[in-house]
């Protein structure tokens, strides 16, 4: 990671980008620790849709300021992650302004997308860079279609056809980065903390006969049947 670090240093004369990062958890307060030792100013929401800058800016997102209530009713965010359907995008408002999309956000198969596809062959679609760190294959980035490797991270999107094509092949195109192992990137760093939350986490169960059920409710499979927890994997499976 230190040595990750040093390559922030080497990145100057950014152009006046706006930059939205969507998600408060770790991998969105992840993404902000970046962009705030690479010196990028943070600004306000408000700040972000109506202001102009002379320089690059970041603003980061929670879901009550792109997602609303479908029936109009007041925002409730204990409701929406036990009822997305019940919300719709509101991620409209940000589409013309927003140069990068870092997309940080956990997304539920039942939850809108941030827009459609049908959204980039409009005039006023301005984003031409997008990170789904989230990568989530056709999830809440439509043009997610397909994830990419560490070796070759990036591929564009054409808005015109909709199909995919090599990376920067097109100034009209969309370039998406895509890696769904992004933390193999930093393996000393992964490894440690990985191990480090075995120990915490799952030896104590292990020793102790698991009196609090945390092995029991983190086991996928047992006796060659899923376990009903993991029950929406059948199709997969299959």
């Known amino acids: 990671m230190e040595d990750m670090e040093e390559e922030f240093f080497k990145v100057k004369h950014l152009p006046p980008i706006k930059i939205a990062v969507t998600g408060t958890g770790r991998v969105g307060q992840g993404a902000v620790e970046v962009l705030g030792r690479m010196g990028i100013r943070r600004v306000s929401v408000y700040d972000y849709l109506y202001l102009d800058f002379s320089e690059p800016v970041y603003t980061q997102l929670c879901s009550s300021d792109y997602n609303r209530r479908r029936d109009g009713r007041v925002w409730d965010t204990a409701n929406f992650h036990h009822e997305p359907a019940a919300y719709e995008s509101a991620f409209a408002k940000f589409i013309p302004v927003t140069d990068l999309l870092i997309a940080c956000a956990y997304w539920h198969p039942a939850a809108p997308r941030l827009f459609a596809e049908a959204d980039t062959r409009q005039p006023d679609f301005k984003l031409n860079t997008i990170a789904d760190v989230t990568c989530d294959v056709n999830g809440s980035i439509p043009l997610t279609k397909r994830s990419s490797t560490i070796e070759e991270p990036a591929f564009d ?76 994997l059948r199709d997969y499976v299959a």
Not at 171 to 191: F, H
């Open 157 to 232: 999107y054409n808005p015109a056809t909709g199909e995919l094509e090599a990376p920067y092949s097109r100034a009209d195109n969309i370039t998406l980065m895509a890696v769904d192992n992004l933390p193999c990137e930093l393996p000393r760093n992964a490894s440690r903390d990985f191990s480090r939350q075995l120990l915490v986490q799952a030896l104590p169960p292990l020793m102790s006969g698991d009196p609090a059920g945390v092995l029991a409710r983190a086991t996928i499979a047992e006796a060659g049947q899923l376990c009903p927890r993991f029950a929406y």
